[in-house]
């Protein structure tokens, strides 16, 4: 690889597209003509408007993003809107989550503190290996939504089908499968993404709300700070306050580029491709197991381990000393995880593939 990279699997903050690294760098000091770089930069300025604008537009045509959608840019990472969505969508303070593992967990518990919480459906029990049929659940009349986390970036499953909400607004977090295929974004009330999983550099959110669920903050519980209103954010479109500007700037860099190889449906069958790639290894692998039911497996984060955990350390330690880092599977697991998202190349996953069967041909002997 040229720069001397290593194939980075990491869960994020993650590998971005090299040709976005070298747009970054070639405009570093000084970006288009202004005479400055864009962490230097006003975000009351021309420039900066222009970047948000585009980003946002590009987004919109990438997603077919419907026009009575807001989307929004907000700090805080994915973690602030597990207390965000039940602060601004409860108005019975009632809601529904289904919980598939770590990250729908961690939104479960934090929405506890603001309402009733009921548990719809869980994978607890196979220590979040599948996703549960969610095709007839017993949703709560009084819900104000159905909470999901429709790619579980720790257990490495993702939904094949929606949950049938029965009527009620979908909330789901995206975060590690943003932009990884098309999506059907009327199908939900609010998708949200942390960024630094598939599209940029940590720090900041992606909401995409429908504009009726957007709520006065007058409305809202006076507790509620000013910031986590998201009427705050779409009244100003995400320039309430300095926002994250180098993130929106390379989000954006990042969203032109996902445009100029074709958009989502062919970063799907990319993705698809390269995934199948390395399933199909574990799958006829005598020493590596995929952790995941088939059916529900991710195509961003693939966990798989070897029969004891010191083959797993000690694997994790080879793929390192060869140039593949951050394979170290999730302590909840345990295990080696390989997140392979957007921005990975094919060649990283045949690379480590190939590894993976001259360590196994190596130790099975
Ligand atoms: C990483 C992650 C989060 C948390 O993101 P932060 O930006 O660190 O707050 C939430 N949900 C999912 C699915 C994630 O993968």
Redesign the pocket.
């Given at each position: 690889m040229a720069y001397d990279r290593i194939y980075n699997f990491s869960?994020?903050p993650s590998i971005l597209p090299e040709k976005v690294l070298e747009g970054i760098r070639d405009n570093l000091m000084n970006y288009e003509g202004s005479g400055m770089c864009v962490m230097e930069m006003s975000h009351r300025s021309k420039v900066f408007q222009k970047i948000i604008d585009e980003a946002e537009q590009d987004l919109r045509d990438l997603m077919n993003i419907p026009d009575n959608y807001k989307v929004m840019f907000i700090q805080?990472?994915?973690?602030?809107?597990?207390a965000m969505i039940p602060m601004n969508l409860m108005k019975n303070g009632v809601a529904d989550y289904i919980v598939t593992?770590?990250?729908?967990k961690?939104?479960y518990a934090e929405a506890k503190k603001y309402g009733k919480i009921n548990l719809v459906a869980t994978s607890e029990d196979r220590n979040y290996s599948y996703i549960p049929d969610c095709s007839d659940l017993p949703i709560s009349e009084d819900a104000d939504y159905v909470y999901i986390?429709?790619?579980?970036?720790?257990h490495g499953t993702t939904y094949q089908q929606l949950p049938n909400t029965k009527g009620k607004i979908l909330v789901s977090?995206?975060?590690?499968?943003f932009l990884s295929k098309p999506c059907n974004v009327s199908d939900y009330g609010v998708i949200y993404?942390?960024?630094?999983?598939n599209i940029g550099p940590?720090?900041?959110?992606i909401v995409i709300m429908r504009e009726d669920l957007i709520r006065d903050t007058a409305e809202l519980p006076t507790w509620v700070p000013t910031y986590m209103s998201y009427q705050t954010h779409a009244a100003n479109n995400s320039l309430y306050n300095t926002p994250n500007c180098w993130s929106i700037y390379v989000c954006g860099q990042v969203f032109k580029y996902l445009k100029s190889i074709g958009g989502l449906e062919v970063m799907a069958k990319m993705n698809e491709h390269k995934a199948k790639i390395l399933y199909d290894f574990l799958d006829q692998s005598k020493l590596f197991k995929g952790t995941v039911e088939p059916e529900f497996r991710s195509l961003m984060?693939v966990p798989f381990v070897t029969p004891t955990k010191e083959q797993d350390a000690d694997v994790v330690a080879a793929t390192k000393a060869a140039g593949f880092d951050n394979l170290k599977g999730h302590k909840s697991v345990g295990g080696l995880r390989a997140s392979i998202y957007n921005a990975m190349p094919e060649e990283g996953v045949v690379a480590l593939v190939e590894f993976l069967k001259k360590y196994e041909a190596e130790h099975m002997a």
């Open positions: 869960a994020g805080g990472g994915a973690t602030l809107q597990f593992g770590n990250w729908s961690k939104a986390c429709e790619n579980e970036t720790i977090d995206q975060s590690s499968m993404g942390g960024v630094q999983k940590a720090g900041m959110v984060n």
